[in-house]
């Protein structure tokens, strides 16, 4: 019916036909209230859902700082084997907050592989989270591995995934001397490359499409 | 304005009519308390008009052929009031401190609370019956049909409380926070980083941040004490109303039986 919808395109209520309606009128009574009434429940809903939201994503976007942590001096780590040092990932809740360290000097006859790791890493640290899904891996001398006891995963000297389900070599922390001190900082994960990136959880590749399939998170620092 | 009847009951519990020649009579002192209980009832009934809905619900007819398989979804919800009967006392003595508290809180229920060792074990293994139960449930529904029309918004129903008590048993998991609890909430979560996309967002919103923190604990002890067991209360709510409103399918094998005049006669 081609009038009738001509009529209800009239912003005019008393055009639309509608009972009361004065001249000039746009809105009724009725809708004004219903919206306004509406409008501050939505206010009010607002006023505690959002912060409520807020606090339970917060913590996705909060970036830890950045800590530098004295693990020994620069005398007592050996440039072609693994010397284990427990350091503090999260602060203020104990046992739960630590991690062991692999620790070893630099040594340019095997580190030289690695594309740009050696800038910043004067001392080699290998983390011990498996990138498969996260059990502590264990340095192995006599084969000079580092095994998973969770589902097998096999490294070898440099961290490179030799056997066994990890997707990505074991991450790396950055590390620097200070005086006579070696200090570890904050954690950095690698490409089988052994390039660098931003930490990311375990399970995560990093080679090809994986870099961008798995983000860098806002939590996360990035290099 | 004359009263409508009442809902049926079932013929045990209606009350026999006086045999002739007997009348009222006083009563002992059992009939005198008898008829104290049901003035009581009668008069929250009155006011609620509440044995109108429990008829409603308990005294339904069932089809010819109903088994003991049926009773695998009630027997869901009573370890499911076990579990929140048995989570409110270990709630009393838990600390869910990540710094030694919450391990010490288990420790101190277990060897020094009276009978703290077994409610806790009723807890702990009353979570595998409940999803043991819950499996079984699932795949009686699923095997009777009794998820088609105009059952399907059941299952669905259904399907989510599944998805709740997994994450009931994955939160409740770390909160003893022992060597076992911790390392398999690490691997658990990690196993949620893995999904592309938003997997890493996923794992740092059950983490509370990129490394597993002080908040963490709390967060799962938050999620398994409130949230989830709030939304399990009101699901089941909805689940027993549909099944108590659509009624209970015959078993796959039970024939209907045909009208006399359409079976082939006999010669």
């Not at chain 2, 007997?22 to 009155?46: C, H, L, M, S, Y």
């Not at chain 2, 409380?161 to 911790?182: C, E, H, K, N, W």
Request: contains cysteine; charged residues 20%.
């Amino acid at each position: 019916m081609p009038g009738k919808r001509d009529k209800h395109k009239s912003k005019y209520t008393l055009d639309r036909g509608m009972p009361g309606a004065f001249e000039g009128e746009t809105i009724t009574r009725r809708r004004f209230m219903t919206g306004t009434v509406h409008t501050t429940g939505a206010v009010a809903a607002a006023a505690f859902t959002l912060p409520a939201l807020g606090f339970a994503l917060g913590p996705i976007f909060k970036s830890t700082p950045h800590r530098w942590e004295v693990v020994g001096n620069i005398y007592q780590f050996p440039d072609n084997n693994y010397v284990p040092v427990v350091i503090t990932l999260t602060p203020n809740i104990g046992e739960a907050g630590k991690s062991t360290v692999y620790m070893r000097k630099f040594n340019p006859e095997i580190d030289n592989d690695a594309a740009d790791v050696d800038s910043h890493t004067p001392y080699i640290a290998i983390s011990s989270r498996c990138a498969h899904v996260g059990c502590p891996v264990r340095w192995v001398d006599a084969s000079e591995r580092f095994i998973c006891p969770c589902h097998g995963g096999v490294y070898d000297l440099l961290g490179r995934r030799v056997g066994g389900p990890p997707v990505r070599p074991l991450d790396r922390f950055y590390t620097r001397v200070n005086g006579e001190n070696v200090e570890v900082g904050p954690r950095f994960s690698v490409n089988s490359q052994l390039r660098r990136f931003s930490p990311r959880d375990p399970g995560e590749p990093l080679d090809g499409i994986g870099q961008y399939l798995y983000p860098s998170r806002p939590g996360a620092q990035k290099l | 304005m004359p009263k409508l009847p009442a809902p049926p009951l079932p013929a045990p519990l209606r009350t026999p009519p006086p045999r002739p020649g007997e009348g009222t009579g006083n009563g002992g002192p059992v009939e005198g308390a008898k008829q104290a209980g049901v003035a009581v009832v009668d008069w929250v009934d009155e006011r609620t008009s509440l044995s109108g809905a429990a008829r409603w619900l308990m005294f339904r007819k069932v089809p010819k052929g109903t088994n003991w398989f049926y009773t695998l979804g009630s027997a869901t919800m009573f370890a499911f009031l076990s579990q929140a009967v048995t989570g409110v006392f270990l709630a009393m003595y838990y600390r869910p401190d990540p710094a030694g508290g919450a391990y010490e809180s288990i420790r101190y229920v277990t060897n020094d609370v009276f009978l703290g060792q077994f409610v806790r074990g009723m807890h702990k293994w009353g979570s595998s019956v409940m999803v043991v139960l819950v499996f079984l449930h699932m795949a009686r529904t699923f095997f009777f049909g009794a998820y088609k029309y105009p059952r399907e918004l059941n299952w669905v129903i259904g399907v989510v409380l599944l998805i709740l008590t997994m994450v009931m048993s994955f939160t409740g998991y770390l909160l003893p926070f022992d060597q076992r609890a911790y390392w398999a909430t690490i691997v658990g979560v990690n196993i949620n980083g893995t999904g592309p996309l938003i997997g890493p967002y996923l794992s740092d919103f059950l983490r509370g941040g990129s490394e597993f923190g002080a908040t963490t604990l709390s967060r799962f002890y938050a999620i398994h004490m409130l949230l989830v067991p709030g939304l399990l209360a009101a699901l089941i709510g909805a689940h027993l109303y549909l099944v108590a409103k659509l009624g209970t399918t015959a078993p796959p094998w039970a024939k209907a039986e045909k009208r006399k005049e359409l079976r082939e006669t006999e010669v």
